[in-house]
C-alpha cells in the first residue's frame, strides 16, 4: 500500500519573527492529528527554515533517533555530551538522544538554512547518548540505524533515471529536490516536500522527472 502526503499537507509551525520556519510531515508540537502520530518507526519529519542567526536554544530530547540532512547553508550543532560541529549538504548527522540529551541547532552562517531532520523511534529506550556524522555520503553507502530497525537510502537522481526502492514492511520517502513517480502511486508526480509511506514493498521502483534528491527509509517491522 502506498499512500502519499503533499507539502501542502504539511503543518506550519516555527516562528517567523525569530527567522524560523517548521514544516511537519507527523503530529509534531501543538499540531495533534490521531491518524498522523508515526509511520513505521519514522516519528517526526520536518522542514526548518533558519534565517541567518536564527536557530533552537538549547533543548532536551531523549528515547529518540534523530537524523538531520542539511539541503542548503551550514547547521552549528552543540551538544551536552561535548560534541561542536557545523553539517552542511551532503553530510548526514545522527544524534541518539538515548536516556537523555541537551543540544542547540543553529544557523551561524550568513545565508538561509534548509534542512530536513526526522526523528526515529528506538526499538529499546534507555541507554547512552550517542553522536555521529557522515561528511558528502555517497548515493551506495546506506546509513544503518540498528537501534531503529532502520537504514537510510540517499539517492541523488538524474532526469528519467530510475532507482529501486527497497523491499521492506516500511520505507519512508521523502522527496527533497526535483520529482519522482513511483511504480502504483496514483496522482501527480512527488516533489519537493512531498512524502510516501509504502507499506510491505516488493519490486517497486521510482523514476526522476526532473533530476531528484530523495531520502528514502528502510524499516523493519
Same mark, same amino acid.
Given at each position: 500500500?502506498?499512500?502519499?502526503?503533499?507539502?501542502?499537507?504539511?503543518?506550519?509551525?516555527?516562528?517567523?519573527?525569530?527567522?524560523?520556519?517548521?514544516?511537519?510531515?507527523?503530529?509534531?508540537?501543538?499540531?495533534?492529528?490521531?491518524?498522523?502520530?508515526?509511520?513505521?518507526?519514522?516519528?517526526?519529519?520536518?522542514?526548518?527554515?533558519?534565517?541567518?542567526?536564527?536557530?533552537?536554544?538549547?533543548?532536551?530530547?531523549?528515547?529518540?533517533?534523530?537524523?538531520?540532512?542539511?539541503?542548503?547553508?551550514?547547521?552549528?550543532? #552543540?551538544?551536552?555530551?561535548?560534541?561542536?560541529?557545523?553539517? %552542511? /549538504? @551532503? &553530510?548526514?548527522? +545522527?544524534?541518539?538522544? !538515548?536516556? $537523555?540529551?541537551?543540544?542547540?541547532?543553529?544557523?551561524?552562517?550568513?545565508?538561509?538554512?534548509?534542512?530536513?531532520?526526522?526523528?526515529?523511534?528506538?526499538?529499546?529506550?534507555?541507554?547512552?547518548?550517542?553522536?555521529?556524522?557522515?561528511?558528502?555520503?555517497?548515493?551506495?553507502?546506506?546509513?544503518?540505524?540498528?537501534?531503529?530497525?532502520?537504514?537510510?537510502?540517499?539517492?541523488?537522481?538524474?532526469?528519467?533515471?530510475?532507482?529501486?526502492?527497497?523491499?521492506?514492511?516500511?520505507?519512508?520517502?521523502?522527496?527533497?529536490?526535483?520529482?519522482? #513517480?513511483?511504480?502504483?502511486?496514483?496522482?501527480?508526480?512527488? %516533489? /519537493? @516536500? &512531498?512524502?510516501? +509511506?509504502?507499506?510491505? !514493498?516488493? $519490486?517497486?521502483?521510482?523514476?526522476?522527472?526532473?533530476?531528484?534528491?530523495?531520502?528514502?527509509?528502510?524499516?523493519?517491522?
Amino acid at each position: 500500500m502506498i499512500l502519499v502526503r503533499y507539502a501542502a499537507q504539511r503543518y506550519v509551525g516555527g516562528d517567523l519573527s525569530a527567522g524560523i520556519e517548521s514544516l511537519h510531515a507527523f503530529s509534531f508540537g501543538r499540531f495533534y492529528d490521531p491518524d498522523n502520530l508515526r509511520f513505521g518507526a519514522v516519528l517526526a519529519c520536518n522542514e526548518e527554515r533558519l534565517a541567518p542567526g536564527a536557530g533552537f536554544d538549547e533543548h532536551p530530547h531523549s528515547h529518540t533517533e534523530i537524523v538531520t540532512w542539511v539541503v542548503e547553508g551550514e547547521l552549528t550543532h #552543540r551538544d551536552s555530551a561535548g560534541h561542536a560541529t557545523v553539517v %552542511g /549538504p @551532503g &553530510d548526514v548527522q +545522527r544524534l541518539s538522544s !538515548a536516556g $537523555g540529551v541537551r543540544h542547540v541547532e543553529r544557523n551561524d552562517g550568513d545565508r538561509p538554512l534548509v534542512f530536513v531532520q526526522m526523528w526515529l523511534a528506538p526499538l529499546e529506550p534507555g541507554g547512552d547518548p550517542a553522536y555521529d556524522v557522515v561528511r558528502g555520503i555517497a548515493d551506495s553507502t546506506p546509513y544503518a540505524l540498528p537501534g531503529a530497525g532502520a537504514m537510510l537510502h540517499v539517492r541523488r537522481l538524474r532526469d528519467g533515471e530510475r532507482s529501486a526502492v527497497p523491499d521492506a514492511p516500511y520505507v519512508y520517502v521523502h522527496v527533497v529536490r526535483g520529482g519522482v #513517480r513511483i511504480d502504483g502511486a496514483a496522482g501527480p508526480a512527488l %516533489g /519537493p @516536500g &512531498d512524502s510516501a +509511506r509504502i507499506t510491505d !514493498a516488493e $519490486g517497486l521502483e521510482l523514476t526522476a522527472g526532473p533530476a531528484a534528491e530523495v531520502l528514502l527509509w528502510e524499516m523493519s517491522g
